[in-house]
């Protein structure tokens, strides 16, 4: 069977896997994708303007998304059967006053990124407001209550959470009854354990498992995606049958300070550190004082040369 695709986690847990796609999995991803979209209750007939990182090998396409560009369609994987408004996007590791600027002339209806940039945003807006701006999609880390409400003020819109990863799709999406959030449990089985094993009561926080149902090409069995997450109840008042979440205490993904001031995505520093031939885990801590401490588990003999590669990060 020939792969569909092929995806890369983050390797935010010191640890990248690449992940392979087939056609099945990837009908499953786009349906789960139709159903967030109704129960965040964002019409895809606007305008949406991502600040995501870009992969790509392509110096030209990198080029591209450190200026922003026109992508196409919201995802054009469901080109044919859903006709969506234009989308935009921009690499993550620009600095947040160049995205905000960006996002200004973009002037979308919706905007999607991580919350610790969007933080970011809403606090440099200074009380302005997007004239057409709708609604915020959060993705891809842990969006804490704090979080949510200085976006939500900055930008005066509400804030949608959504819980994927690259390993299961989509996981859970926002109940429109304000319930927590449901499982998509016809595409993956979620489980909250606590440290015994155990599955954990309605309230308590546990790790997350994760059993994938679709994924044919590559499936995952009890997979702990180093997740914690808080069990909802088992029957939620909107009176949908799916698995609830009341709160996902997913991975974050900080910013971090460079030496003139800025601030700038831990998402380059771990990409990169990834890419490095001969790094098997690695760990970065930043103090107080701004030192940013690297440490690096080796492979295959790499030991000696890997320092000035990892310092030229």
């Known amino acids: 069977m020939a792969d569909a695709g092929i995806g890369k986690t983050s390797g935010t847990a010191g640890v990248p896997l690449v992940v392979r796609h087939s056609t099945r999995d990837q009908l499953m991803w786009r349906a789960c994708y139709l159903r967030d979209l109704e129960w ?14 870009v992969f790509s090998p392509d110096p030209d396409a990198r080029r591209r998304a450190a200026d922003g560009f026109h992508v196409g369609s919201w995802f054009p994987a469901l080109d044919g059967l859903l006709d969506t408004g234009p989308a935009f996007l921009m690499d993550l590791r620009e600095p947040p006053e160049k995205q905000l600027a ?12 991580l919350p610790s940039q969007l933080v970011v945003l809403a606090d440099k807006l200074g009380g302005e407001k997007l004239p057409r701006l709708k ?16 976006i939500e003020a900055g930008f005066g819109v509400p804030v949608k959470d959504l819980y994927s990863c690259t390993e ?15 499982v998509h449990a016809e595409n993956v089985i979620v489980e909250v354990v606590d440290a015994a094993g155990e599955p954990c009561r309605p309230g308590d926080v546990g790790r997350v498992l994760l059993t994938t149902l679709h994924r044919d090409r590559m499936p995952f069995v009890r997979y702990d995606v180093g997740d914690e997450a808080v069990m909802g ?50 760990a970065a801590t930043q ?21 000035a590669d990892v310092v030229r990060v």
Not at 40 to 53: C, E, Q, S
């Open 40 to 53: 965040a209750n964002l019409d895809p007939r606007g305008t949406l303007a991502a600040v995501r990182y």
């Open 102 to 113: 960006w996002v200004r002339r973009v002037n979308p209806d919706y905007l999607l990124s």
């Open 135 to 150: 609604a915020i999609q959060t993705i891809a880390e842990a969006l804490r209550p704090d979080v949510r409400a200085r």
């Open 233 to 282: 109840p088992e029957a939620c008042p909107c009176g949908r049958g799916l698995p609830t979440l009341l709160r996902i205490d997913g991975k974050l993904r900080p910013l971090l300070r460079r030496v003139d001031g800025t601030w700038r995505s831990s998402t380059q520093l771990t990409n990169t550190l990834t890419a490095l031939p001969g790094v098997l885990q690695f």
């Open 168 to 182: 299961a799709g989509y996981v859970a999406s926002p109940c429109p009854a304000g319930g927590g959030y449901h």
């Open 287 to 307: 103090g107080g004082n701004g030192r940013l401490t690297v440490k690096v588990i080796p492979v295959g003999g790499r030991g000696e040369g890997l320092s």
